[in-house]
C-alpha cells in the first residue's frame, strides 16, 4: 500500500486553466503538508494543514487554494495556471506535535510533474 | 538569505570510493536537521534526524553527524545503488516547517 499517493502523477495544461491536484495518507498523520520542487530541485513549502486547520501558508500566489476536507485528504487546487507554475509538486504528511521533532519526519508522495504550456 | 546551503552540487564517485556531504545551515534555534534521499521521479525518502551538536546516526553506508553549524553525510565505500540527490532539511520553528537545501547529486559508477 502507498502510504501518500498523489494523483495525477503528470499533469499537462494551457495557460489560463484551472487543476487540481488530489493526495491522499494512510498513515494516519495528522498533518500534511504542499511543497514545489523547481526546475533548479529547491523543495519549498506552500502549505501545511493540521487536523484540517490551516497552519502553514507561505507566501504563494493566492491563485493557489488548499483544502482538506479530513485529515487524510489535502488538495491542491490552481487558479489561472501560469507557465511560471510548472514544477513538481510534492505531497507529504507526519504525525506532527509542536514539542517532539522526532514526529515530524515527513513521508513524501511521488510528486506531480505539472507543465503549463 | 539561504539559510541551508548544500555542498559539493554534485559529486561522481567510483564505486568504493568514500566521500562526505556538506550541509550548513544559519537558522538560530535549531529544533532538528533531517537528511532525505531523492531518487529521479519520486519523492524524498526520510533516512536520518539529528537534533543536538555531537549527534551521529548510521545506517548502512551511511553515517550523519551534526555541529552547531553544519552537519556532514559521510558515503562509506559507496554502492551504485548509492545514487541519488540528497537532500538536507532543517526545522526551526515548533511546526513542521522545513527549509530544504538544494541537494547534492551523487552518482557512483562501477
Known amino acids: 500500500d502507498t502510504a501518500v499517493s498523489q494523483t495525477p502523477k503528470y499533469l499537462v495544461t494551457q495557460m489560463g486553466n484551472d487543476k487540481s491536484i488530489k493526495c491522499e495518507q494512510n498513515?494516519?498523520?495528522?498533518?500534511m503538508y504542499w511543497y514545489k520542487q523547481d526546475s533548479k530541485k529547491f523543495l519549498k513549502i506552500m502549505f501545511s494543514?493540521?487536523?484540517?486547520?490551516?497552519?502553514i501558508n507561505e507566501t504563494v500566489p493566492n491563485r493557489f487554494s488548499p483544502k482538506s476536507p479530513d485529515k487524510a485528504h489535502l488538495n491542491l487546487h490552481i487558479n489561472s495556471l501560469e507557465l511560471g507554475d510548472s514544477a513538481v509538486y510534492f505531497c507529504?504528511?507526519?504525525?506532527?506535535?509542536?514539542?517532539?521533532?522526532?514526529?515530524?519526519?515527513?513521508?513524501f508522495g511521488a510528486g506531480t510533474r505539472l507543465s503549463v504550456l | 538569505e539561504d539559510q541551508v546551503t548544500q555542498s559539493p552540487e554534485a559529486l561522481r564517485l567510483q564505486e568504493g570510493e568514500s566521500s562526505s556531504l556538506n550541509c550548513s545551515y544559519t537558522?538560530?534555534?535549531?529544533?532538528?536537521l533531517f537528511w532525505y534521499r531523492q531518487d529521479p521521479g519520486k519523492g524524498p525518502e526520510f533516512l536520518f534526524t539529528?537534533?543536538?551538536a555531537g549527534e551521529e546516526k548510521e545506517k548502512e553506508r551511511l553515517k550523519a553527524t551534526l555541529t552547531k553549524k553544519e552537519s556532514f553525510l559521510h558515503i562509506t565505500a559507496p554502492k551504485p545503488e548509492d545514487s541519488a540527490t540528497y537532500l538536507c532539511?532543517?526545522?526551526?520553528?515548533?511546526?513542521?516547517?522545513?527549509?530544504f537545501g538544494a541537494g547534492t547529486q551523487v552518482v557512483v559508477t562501477p
Open positions: 532539511a532543517v526545522q526551526e520553528g515548533s511546526w513542521g516547517k522545513l527549509q
Open positions: 498513515l494516519g498523520h495528522d498533518t
Open positions: 494543514y493540521n487536523n484540517k486547520e490551516l497552519i
Open positions: 507529504a504528511s507526519s504525525q506532527d506535535h509542536p514539542l517532539a521533532v522526532a514526529k515530524n519526519i515527513q513521508y
Open positions: 537558522v538560530s534555534g535549531l529544533r532538528g
Open positions: 539529528l537534533y543536538s
